[in-house]
């Protein structure tokens, strides 16, 4: 299956760093990677059909270290939908005024819902028409955009209308807060001070962030496996759902 890489920060800050042992990941995960970066209100989205470990675009991620607050990064190996750019994860729609991020780690198995207008699948993938349908159900329970704990409430209801159809891992974002919720595996790990020495899994790299960090800093990363050795991640449970907001995960 495919995997996930998200991060929400109290600062923006960049992912060079996890991206780098992130994109090593894809030579099991060859269909394709994709990575969206918030600024403000605006979205960076960079998305190739190539893997992540021969990409271009993303050697260009690696050497330009762009600061955010919320970043959705996916490396790809289908499931459904051909190895194309539009199947390439992360997907973007607007809701209220607000751009939306989404990438999906999983299978989903007859899930063919009502789609009306608004939201339509560009691609033939799963895990865009659950983004579609999470849009179109999320307008239809709000006028305008909630607040962060209305959101957890509603999306504690129609999460598990799509994750009954099999495994759905996923990442979402409206550039406020980053929703991470597990059917199988996902990890996070909260960095703040004091800040120490993290080692790529994947990549001889290894990076002290006390000397890059002020003390006030806090970042969240969350990974479908851990990133770092001698780091304490977190393994989520299967049906958890989390917000993570300034840096930390809140209970959705």
Known sequence: MCQLLGMNCNTPTDIVFSFTGFATRSREHADGFGIAFFEDRGVRLFVDHEAASQSPVAQLIKRYPIQSRNVIAHIRKATQGRVALENCHPFVRELWGRYWVFAHNGNLKDFEPRLHAA??????????????????????????????????????????????????????????????????????????????????????????????????????????????????????????????????????
């Open 119 to 252: 939201f339509r699948p560009v691609g033939d993938t799963d895990s865009e028409r659950a983004f579609c349908w999470l849009m179109q159900e999320l307008a239809k329970s709000h006028a305008g955009l909630p607040a962060v704990s209305e959101l957890n409430a509603t999306l504690s209801e129609l999460v598990p209308q799509i994750a009954r159809h099999g495994t759905f891992n996923f990442m979402l974002s409206q550039g406020d807060a980053l929703w991470a919720h597990c059917s199988t595996h996902l990890h996070y790990l909260v960095r703040q001070h004091p800040f120490g020495l993290a080692r790529l899994q994947d990549e001889d790299m290894v990076l002290n962030f006390a000397e890059l960090a002020k003390p006030g800093d806090r970042v969240a990363v969350i990974a479908t496996e851990p990133l770092t050795v001698d780091e304490p991640w977190v393994a989520m449970q299967s049906g958890q759902l989390l917000a993570f907001t300034g840096g930390q995960p809140v209970s959705a």
